[in-house]
């Protein structure tokens, strides 16, 4: 007789846990609260969260930055009904301090196999979970290993990120004949289409389908990438994704028989009114957030509203263009890039917290790099891939920046130099003009470019960086938010009372331009 047992998945809240995106006060159809309410919670069923959590909304900084304490995401994890999380890159922003004080006192187990110590251990390994009906569901976590690219090892308190699938494949083999059920967590996600097995990346950020080739889990959890697989079969796993910040969480439901597991799932929306014990409850921390975001923190000559994507990366973005001229005066330094965020919230004249929050969501510190003209130009290169051409002429958004996830952030705007991008040649050739003051930028030409600490480290597409000699980082001891690029732009504007005015990017991007 088959035995059924639920798994409620949610992944990448980023601190969204009120039902709001924090641009304005109306309420919105996303955040954990409207996911919980759905749960329908019971001994035979999991609640489990693919990391991701600390960091990523105004809550998140007003926790780290102010309050210096991220126990409210504890105290509300715990009453949402989680049995399981796992870590994500973004969990490790604030270092291990700041998250040990989130997991201390979290009910839920932590299960992340491939974060270690110097012998090789894990402190948070694998769990067996009996449930109700006396099914025993084996739980392994990971977490991509290119926190030990993105993130400073400072914050990691000497634990290292490895390979995870030699370390899954351990976790596996010991639970043999233990659990009725294998399930694993995975704060990553996919390099290969589900459908045809096309290589969408060669990086190992995401190894989901190889995890899926290599091992057997029965059902494999995955994130980071912000998409919804609502779920399927992949090499005998069933493999789910949830999406980002709340909107929605997975419902598994499977089947443990003689036969094996059988799994069905569904991607049930945010929606519904939110428990009104957990908004009562965590009243007192929304309201002390909103008031911290309404503080008018500057003014601009003009409103900076954003565009399509694909706008702004062909005719120039205004707020792109004030966050270069942001990292050029915190840095000093010759030349600037910045990026915009995926769903990029504009700036209007009379600037509040809330603004420079949702405008630069990232908790970015910034570098500068000695870079020589050779380097800027492949990296120039690369920003110019984000463009294709459609059989009229017509600029697109290339495929490789919507695949395997939306990236609009990793198109690059750059301050110091004149630039024009020609689509229609080859890539790696696309920059047909670079000019610095009007001269033409030769190879061996040297500069300071000031950059965001994700950018320096290569990632995105841009390893040219990695190899850079590192001339300073803009990164202030401390907890405070001036160490990072938000702290910065509030800081500009400190020094500019009386309003900031600024010019544009210089370049040109050669194509017919015509939104659908």
Known sequence: MEKIFRVCFTSDLHGFLFPTDYRGKEEKELGLFKCANRFGKDGNTLVIDGGDLLQGSPLGTY???????????????????????????????????YLGRYLDPLRARCVCQNLVREDGSPPFPFQIHRLENGLRVGVVGLVTDHVMVWERPEHL????????????????????????????VYHGGFERDLETGRVLSTSTENVGYRLCQELDFDILLTGHQHLCIPGQELFGTYVVQAPDSGRAFLE?????????????????????????DLLRDFAPIQKGVDQWLDVVVGHLDRSLLPGAPLTMAAEGSGLAAFFNQVQLEASGAELSVSSLANDAAGLPQVVRRRD???????????????????????????????????????????????????????????????YVIDPARPEGQRVVSLTRN??????????????????????????????????????KIGRASCREMTG?????????????????????VLGKLEIE
């Open 63 to 97: 926790c780290h930055d102010t309050l210096d304490d991220p126990r409210c995401f504890a105290q509300v994890m715990d009453r949402c009904g989680y049995d399981f999380v796992t870590l994500g890159n973004h969990d490790f922003n604030y270092g291990m301090d």
């Open 252 to 276: 598994i439901t499977a089947a443990v028989g003689e036969a094996g597991v059988r799994c069905s799932s569904r991607a049930v929306p945010a929606g519904g009114p939110c428990g009104q």
């Open 438 to 475: 009007g001269a033409p930028v030769a190879e061996e030409q040297e500069f300071t470019v000031c950059l965001s600490s994700y950018r320096a480290s290569g990632a995105g597409g841009y390893p040219w960086y990695a190899g850079c000699p590192v001339e300073r980082e803009i990164n």
């Open 157 to 184: 308190g000497g634990l290292t990120v490895v390979d995870p699938i030699p370390a899954a494949r351990r976790a596996l083999e010991a639970l043999r004949g233990k659990a009725d059920v294998t399930l694993c």
């Open 356 to 418: 420079v929050l949702t405008a630069y969501p990232y908790t970015n510190t910034l570098a500068v790099l000695r870079v020589t003209g050779k380097v800027l130009r492949q990296a120039m290169e690369r920003t110019a891939e984000y463009f294709s051409l459609d059989g009229a002429g017509r600029l697109r958004v290339s495929e490789r920046f919507l695949k395997p996830k939306v990236e609009h952030y990793n198109y690059d705007y750059y301050a110091g130099v004149e």
């Open 488 to 508: 910065l732009i509030l800081k500009f504007f400190e020094r500019h009372p009386d309003g900031v005015d600024f010019d544009g990017s210089a370049f040109r």
